[in-house]
């Protein structure tokens, strides 16, 4: 970080540790993913997916990882924003057997000015838009802070095939948000 004795006093914007913006057939299995802050996306995601225009993400499996120690676990489009299209351009996605643990979204490090303040932060899961067969099962999300800090949000959109079961929700009672939020 700049200013740091180990710095060579050149900023280097830090995005999050995983980002894709198409594809099928994604395995994600029994990683870690630990630290993270808000400094040139919005939240800080940990990892993000993002598709555009005619792009797709479809049959992610998320399993046996650790999300810890960042400002927003994961963070997700569910349709492109950007064009007049509802149609969901996420689909087939599971997150099972995670362990989603310490995401403040409190935690700022001097965000640039096209980053915004942490309004909306702190989230294991946030998808924005809608998708289709969204799964997600036997999952710990634990410690939970920030503005809003459900553990599962969803906006802006409709979709199908929503599943949430057999998950432990740590309530922090952080900003009196509750833990799955519409």
Known sequence: RPGSSASDGLYYPHRQQLEWKRGEKFL???NRFIGGWIDYNACGPMI????????????????NNTIKGGTTGFYFIGTDDRSHSLTPIVSRIVFENNIFTDLDGYRVSKPHDDAVTPA???????LHGSSETLIINHNLFDRARGTRTQT????????????????I?????DQNE???WK
């Open 48 to 63: 993000m997916a993002t598709p555009r225009g005619s792009d797709v993400i479809r049959d992610l499996k998320f399993t």
């Open 169 to 173: 929700l740590w309530y922090t009672n």
């Open 120 to 126: 909306y932060c702190g989230y294991p899961l946030y």
């Open 28 to 30: 994600i299995d029994g």
């Open 152 to 167: 599962f949000a969803f906006s802006n959109g409709r979709g199908s095939g929503l599943q949430i079961r057999n998950n």
């Open 178 to 180: 509750g833990q799955l």
